[in-house]
């Protein structure tokens, strides 16, 4: 079973919206980091959270850890169209990292 | 700098045939990785090598799949007699792990197998 898992699996809003993804994962972690997917090619890195962290941001994107509830979840604040793509947490359990099957987020112009 | 880069970017082949994939990581990154991702879906971790360590083969999914890593650089998946379930987008990731915990990867923009 996945160890890091999205939720929900599809998300549609429109543009200027927040948009919100939810990760939850199984065993204790090194650290939680979240990529984004555009057309099915490489992932792009987009933040890193260590297990002391609670709470890290970088421009629009807000990331929370909760490691008593093995979960953690991901804000874009002010989306736009650009921002459609597939967004996968991934946990460092030691190496490599286990990645969930994605969030697919659709941001309507 | 330069990114990860992977050759080719789309291979068609046929069922039965020998592929080889290549992975050239960022330089100066001890870790490398490969993935298998099928259409709409998460990641599949293939093989995993760090430095000159033992690689992690435990994602390889069959013994049809094998991978090297030269000189602590260029990266090759090979993936012998294909079969038409093969058929998926391979990625390539690699970053600087320390002292066991890992950093954030790097990907590349992956190759498109299709087994016809």
Known sequence: SQQGEEDPQALSIQEGENATMNCSYKTSINNLQWYRQNSGRGLVHLILIRSNEREKHSGRLRVTLDTSKKSSSLLITASRAADTASYFCATDVGAPLVFGKGTRLSVIA | ?116
């Open chain 2, 1 to 116: 700098g330069a990114g990860v880069s992977q050759s080719p970017s789309n291979k068609v082949t046929e069922k039965g045939k020998d592929v080889e994939l290549r992975c050239d990581p960022i330089s100066g990154h001890t870790a490398l990785y490969w993935y298998r991702q099928s259409l709409g879906q998460g990641l599949e971790f293939l093989i995993y090598f760090q430095g000159n360590s033992a690689p992690d083969k435990s994602g390889l999914p069959s013994d049809r799949f094998s991978a090297e890593r030269t000189g602590g650089s260029v990266s090759t998946l090979t993936i012998q007699r294909t079969q038409q379930e093969d058929s998926a987008v391979y990625l390539c990731a690699s970053s600087l792990n320390q002292q066991g915990a890992s950093y954030e990867q790097y990907f590349g923009p992956g190759t498109r197998l299709t087994v016809t």
